[in-house]
């Protein structure tokens, strides 16, 4: 022989077999099993991309209930005022919670009186809510403060803000939320109905919260601890037919705003 190797009789070469092909019908039938096991997949991601959200969200507010805290500490055991207008250096000034606006061309935006000059903006970002700024010059937004009771401020029935102790039982309380309403976010939460703090207000549809992350508010307490709550009301002094959709109170009466 001449040295090369023979196939067997009656065996085609291995390099010869005929290979096998998907048909039509097989290929349609994988594309449809990987659409359904897709259409199971998307559902379950995208629920935990808003478990997400939602858990960085109420991160955020602890960090601001923290922020209370310490403001109350370092003030005479005050909470910050919610806002007021002042002139510093000839410029006006806005001051809230949240932020400072210091109007000029152009306007200035800084660190409110919550955080003393000491916090990471971007916590005052909702990471689930995308509609309009608190304030034209705010850079984020989604939040909102417990004006009627504790925040007070400038043009309110009480204007000076609450003391931390005047909060008996702080976790009943709610300090900041999730603030939306018809036109945005709102930067001022209101209670639903008139009381000492803000008896001469109106338009407290403006002041609801969000229940943005699966049909939940998420809020933080005086005490400091979190929670997302279910439950959503409408009625208000104001009527209910001026609250947005998706939008609300979190108690029927002032019971979850009022310092008691």
Not at 64 to 73: E, F, K, N, T
Request: hydrophobic content about 35%.
């Amino acid at each position: 022989m001449n040295g090369t190797t023979r196939p067997e009789s009656g065996r085609a070469p291995a390099w010869g077999a005929p290979r096998s092909a998907f048909t039509l019908m097989e290929l349609l039938t994988v594309i449809a099993i990987i659409a359904i096991l897709a259409g199971l997949l998307l559902p379950s991601l995208s629920g935990s991309k808003a478990s997400s959200k939602r858990i960085r969200c109420v991160s955020n507010l602890r960090q601001m209930g923290i922020a209370a805290d310490l403001y109350v500490d370092d003030n005479a055991g005050y909470y910050p005022i919610a806002q007021y207008y002042d002139t510093e250096g000839g410029a006006t000034c806005f001051y809230a919670w949240d932020f400072t606006t210091i109007f000029g061309n152009p306007d200035t935006v800084i660190a409110g009186l919550l955080w003393e000059g000491r916090t990471i903006l971007q916590i005052q970002q909702c990471p689930s809510f995308s509609g309009e700024a608190n304030w034209q010059a705010d850079p984020y937004t989604g939040y909102n403060y417990n004006t009627s009771y504790i925040g007070h401020g400038e043009g309110e029935s009480i204007e000076d803000p609450a003391k931390g102790s005047d909060a008996l039982h702080p976790g009943n309380t709610v300090v900041f939320g999730d603030g939306q309403w018809a036109e945005g976010a709102d930067k001022f939460m209101r209670a639903p109905w008139p009381n000492a703090g803000d008896e001469d207000f109106a338009g407290r549809y403006s002041g609801t919260q969000g229940f943005r992350h699966g049909q939940r508010s998420n809020a933080v307490f005086c005490d400091g601890h979190a929670q997302s709550l279910r439950n959503c009301f409408t009625n208000n002094a104001d009527g209910a037919e001026n609250v947005a959709p998706g939008t609300g109170f979190l108690s029927a009466s002032n019971s979850l705003y009022e310092l008691q």
